[in-house]
């Protein structure tokens, strides 16, 4: 699976931000702005054929105070 090209589609699909960046055990991820957990699984399971066992959601509160 090209990691760039599935960003971009997400991006453009769910008009948010998302980019390709290392996590912290130094591997690939997606990094996709906003709340679309559930949207962005289907589109993993259906379109990438990646079953759910495979997919790793994690989610960053962030923000500055």
Known sequence: MDLKK???QMANKFARGASVSKNVEGKDEIVVQGDLVDEIEELLVEQYNI???QIVIREEKGGKK
């Open 51 to 53: 079953s759910e066992d």
């Open 6 to 8: 599935a960003a971009k």
